[in-house]
């Protein structure tokens, strides 16, 4: 199983990104997908989940309104897309499946993580 997130990078607060994980090895629609992001100093903290079951999405409070999980199938990759960024969103952000088939916030397999920058 391989996960492979790209897409972070360097963005002044108000900004965009778009984050990929795309997935070698399984295929991501037989698993809920969660993005997590961690911080020097805070603990890891789930932002994004999408389940296997039923497509419900679950976002952090944080998240809410300013990120949006979607999974394409035909590329077997999920996707971050992050809009009006703030500097309290700057982290590693990972890719994982979760270890259930709805979003219960634990990951099992990981991606290598991609970083955010959220800077003027």
């Known amino acids: 199983v391989q996960l492979q997130a790209s897409g972070g990078g360097l963005v002044q607060p108000g900004g965009s990104l778009r984050l990929s994980c795309v997935a070698s090895?399984?295929?991501?629609?037989?698993?809920?997908m969660g993005w997590f992001r961690e911080d020097p100093g805070k603990d890891r903290e789930g932002v994004a989940c999408?389940?296997?079951?039923?497509?419900?999405?679950i976002y952090s409070k944080s998240a809410t309104g300013r990120f949006t999980i979607t999974r394409d199938k035909t590329k077997n990759t999920v996707y971050l897309q992050m809009n009006n960024l703030k500097p309290e969103d700057t982290a590693v952000y990972y890719c994982?499946?979760?270890?259930?088939?709805?979003?219960?916030?634990?990951?099992?397999?990981w991606g290598q993580g991609t970083l955010v920058t959220v800077s003027s």
């Open positions: 999408i389940s296997k079951s039923d497509g419900a999405i």
């Open positions: 090895g399984i295929n991501l629609d037989d698993f809920a």
């Open positions: 994982a499946t979760e270890v259930a088939t709805y979003c219960s916030g634990i990951g099992l397999d």
